[in-house]
């Protein structure tokens, strides 16, 4: 009895395809070499531990080796019996001649079979799901929803995920939530492979809680920037904006690193949100009187979430690195955040300022460095891939969902924020024109977004590459603010009297005190650059992404079109320099470039070939086959299958179109 040495720096959790010849049973832990030694394959350094003094205490009849999965003992030993294997079929085929090429035939057709019933059980379907809508990686392999990553217990597929459910005993399969639940990591990369859980990591009701707190921060932050449209009031709606929005995200990625689902975790949900309302109730005397109970509440969901960091370092071993790394870089901005505690304005700005660079750009630096340590020094290189040989990684379902659901807030808020209470017994006038076109903006945004960047994608921006996931990324909260700045300014457009069929006692007496006769000069500046910047940012993020191109080409290729709103986007810049335009005029212009920025994608997306009305022209069928015309179509008629061999010297050999 024998163990071979084994590495614990270099696992891999499994070298096989998901789709490969072991996806209907139990995943590989053994094998025989040539000479009859027994290989056993541990999946972590942990359970090759665990698995070697399991196998010293039980008498062997053979000798064995005991090797980590990925490591190059285990790909010496397949490669070794892959070869024996090889020469042994290859011998057999010599021996046995017509009756072994039947007896792979047969195989084949089995592996055909099994594969295709594969594709349609859990795994399978969940991988091309993802695959389908988000882009196809070679890099990505799953583990089991029972298994956890890195521990004894963690497989491909673990037991036979794919039997026949007990439907009957799922009655008494009750879940109960404990008040401690040891995490486990959703989603890792290690050694240029991305490990995730194989099922759908879902937004949790709590999350959406969270962000119902958002629409509060969304209305009283807009609001008040719109109430005083000017450059210190813009500086305080970006600063807070941007802390509120920096622990949303923060809070967002630790929900999607990591499995919990325990009373803590909630708990742990309900201090951050207190401390999310605290700094909410202190953002609009930010820099009067209220700043450093603002910079307070916002160090305290800083620092408890670097805390939980830490926690997970210690619980998670496996991401120890990363963790410890995450807590570092919450805690370097919260010195410079309590330093400009003492400093007075406008001397504090320069603190704040880079206080906030490092929070928005520290993960970006971290990632930079696992990715080129190499490329700057060796040693750096080395010291990389030990301290990070694994760490998480975004799951791309849950970070796309938040982040729509995020951005639907934004859409709805700026409906909400342009509704007004008529007290005119005919109420068709101005206010109520205004409304609409801002409804109708709105509602382009949306269709844009959503249905045209967002979707029919080939690669998603996250699963295109490291820097299109991090521009992705970071490109979301310019446009979430300018979108915010220029819908709180619609609302003060809306309530303006600057314009026929104005009468400010149309309204009730709460929006009346809201309207103005004279439009502001700082609220043409936020409506139009806010929605030119939304606009021009969601070119970016359209960017970003890989779209599926029409079979017979688009009309308009899509850089054309990305031109075409860029265009559209420097003519809202200029726009508020034409003072004259009453807010009506200012609306409907506006309105107007939105929707011919629509009008162009819907075009431009569309192919060639397809018609606006009616159903597509029947589909053809070409084939090249022996089968005579009239057999071909009489089978099609039927709906009966067609086997080809018995066909394949009969009839006239050509080139069939089938209608």
């Keep these: 009895m024998s163990t071979t040495p084994t590495t614990t720096s270099g696992i891999t959790l499994g070298a096989e395809s998901i789709h490969g010849h072991h996806h209907r049973g139990k995943r590989l832990r053994h094998f025989f070499l040539p000479n009859g030694r027994k290989v056993h394959i541990a999946l972590s350094p942990e359970e090759a531990d665990s698995l070697r003094q399991r196998l010293a205490v039980v008498p062997q009849d053979t000798p064995f080796d005991l090797v980590i999965s990925g490591s190059p003992?285990?790909?010496?030993?397949?490669?070794?019996?892959?070869?024996?294997?090889?020469?042994?079929?290859?011998?057999?085929?010599?021996?046995?001649?017509?009756?072994?090429?039947?007896?792979?035939?047969?195989?084949?057709?089995?592996?055909?079979?099994?594969?295709?019933?594969?594709?349609?059980?859990?795994?399978?379907?969940?991988?091309?799901?993802?695959?389908?809508?988000?882009?196809?990686?070679?890099?990505?392999?799953?583990?089991?929803d029972h298994s956890t990553p890195g521990s004894s217990a963690a497989s491909l597929h673990g037991d036979d995920a794919h039997e026949k459910k007990d439907w009957s005993a799922e009655k008494r399969n009750?879940?109960?939530?404990?008040?401690?639940?040891?995490?486990?990591?959703?989603?890792?990369?290690?050694?240029?492979?991305?490990?995730?859980?194989?099922?759908?990591?879902?937004?949790?009701?709590?999350?959406?809680?969270?962000?119902?707190?958002y629409v509060g921060i969304l209305a009283i932050n807009g609001d008040h920037a719109s109430e005083a449209?000017?450059?210190?009031?813009?500086?305080?709606?970006?600063?807070?904006?941007?802390?509120?929005?920096?622990?949303?995200?923060?809070?967002?990625?630790?929900?999607?690193?990591?499995?919990?689902?325990d009373i803590i975790q909630r708990v742990s949900i309900l201090f951050i949100m207190a401390c999310l309302f605290g700094l909410t109730t202190n953002m609009l005397e930010a820099f009067e009187h209220t700043y450093s109970q603002l910079v307070a509440f916002f160090l305290a969901a800083r620092l408890f979430m670097g805390g939980y960091c830490l926690a997970m370092a210690s619980l998670v071993p496996m991401v120890r690195g990363m963790m410890i790394v995450q807590a570092i870089l919450a805690l370097v901005p919260s010195i410079l955040w309590i330093g400009s505690i003492y400093v007075e304005m406008p001397n504090r700005l320069a603190i704040i300022w880079m206080a906030i660079f490092l929070d928005l750009t520290g993960g970006v630096f971290i990632i930079a460095i696992?990715?080129?340590?190499?490329?700057?020094?060796?040693?750096?290189?080395?010291?990389?891939?030990?301290?990070?040989?694994?760490?998480?990684?975004?799951?791309?379902?849950?970070?796309?969902?938040?982040?729509?659901?995020?951005?639907?807030?934004?859409?709805?808020?700026?409906?909400?924020?342009?509704?007004?209470?008529?007290?005119?017994s005919f109420g068709l006038n101005a206010f109520f024109g205004k409304a609409i076109l801002g409804l109708l903006q709105a509602f382009v945004f949306n269709w844009i977004y959503f249905e045209l960047d967002g979707a029919d994608l080939y690669t998603h921006a996250i699963r295109r590459s490291v820097v299109s996931a991090v521009v992705w990324g970071a490109i979301h909260l310019p446009f979430i603010m300018s979108y915010v700045l220029g819908g709180a300014a619609l609302s003060r457009l809306v309530m303006a009297t600057d314009c026929p069929d104005a009468d400010e006692h149309d309204l009730t007496h709460f929006y009346a005190e809201k309207s103005e006769h004279e439009i502001p000069s700082g609220l043409r500046w936020f409506y139009c650059v806010g929605f030119g910047l939304a606009l021009l940012m969601m070119g970016v993020i359209s960017l970003t992404h890989v779209h599926k191109e029409a079979p017979?080409?688009?009309?308009?290729?899509?850089?054309?079109?990305?031109?075409?709103?860029?265009?559209?986007?420097?003519i809202l810049f200029c726009l508020p320099t034409a003072d004259k335009l009453n807010s009506l005029q200012l609306i409907s212009v506006v309105t107007g470039l939105i929707i011919w920025v629509l009008l162009v994608e819907l075009w431009g997306m569309s192919c060639r070939d397809d018609r606006w009305f009616g159903e597509k022209r029947q589909c053809k069928y070409t084939a090249k086959c022996g089968i005579s015309k009239k057999d071909l179509e009489s089978h099609l008629k039927d709906g009966t299958t067609i086997n080809v061999e018995r066909f394949s010297n009969k009839g006239e050999k050509g080139m069939y179109e089938l209608s």
């Excluded at 892959?82 to 017509?98: F, I, V």
């Excluded at 099994?114 to 969940?126: F, I, P, Q």
């Excluded at 492979?193 to 937004?203: I, M």
């Excluded at 802390?243 to 923060?250: P, Q, Y």
């Design 73 to 144: 003992e285990h790909l010496s030993a397949l490669k070794e019996a892959h070869s024996h294997h090889e020469t042994r079929r290859q011998s057999l085929r010599e021996k046995h001649g017509e009756a072994y090429d039947e007896f792979e035939h047969v195989r084949a057709e089995l592996d055909a079979l099994g594969s295709e019933l594969h594709m349609l059980t859990d795994h399978a379907v969940s991988l091309d799901a993802n695959f389908s809508k988000y882009g196809y990686s070679a890099h990505l392999r799953t583990y089991d």
């Design 174 to 213: 009750g879940k109960i939530m404990k008040i401690y639940k040891k995490p486990t990591v959703r989603q890792y990369f290690h050694k240029g492979l991305l490990w995730r859980a194989s099922d759908q990591a879902e937004v949790a009701s709590f999350e959406l809680f969270v962000d119902l707190l």
């Design 229 to 261: 449209p000017v450059g210190s009031e813009l500086l305080r709606f970006s600063v807070t904006f941007i802390m509120s929005w920096k622990l949303w995200s923060d809070l967002s990625l630790l929900v999607s690193w990591f499995e919990t689902d």
């Design 552 to 570: 017979a080409g688009e009309r308009i290729k899509k850089r054309y079109r990305l031109a075409n709103r860029a265009i559209v986007c420097v």
């Design 370 to 424: 696992i990715r080129g340590a190499k490329r700057i020094s060796a040693r750096l290189g080395v010291w990389s891939d030990k301290i990070f040989e694994f760490y998480p990684a975004v799951n791309i379902e849950h970070k796309t969902e938040r982040t729509n659901a995020f951005v639907s807030l934004v859409f709805g808020y700026s409906v909400v924020a342009i509704l007004y209470q008529n007290s005119s």
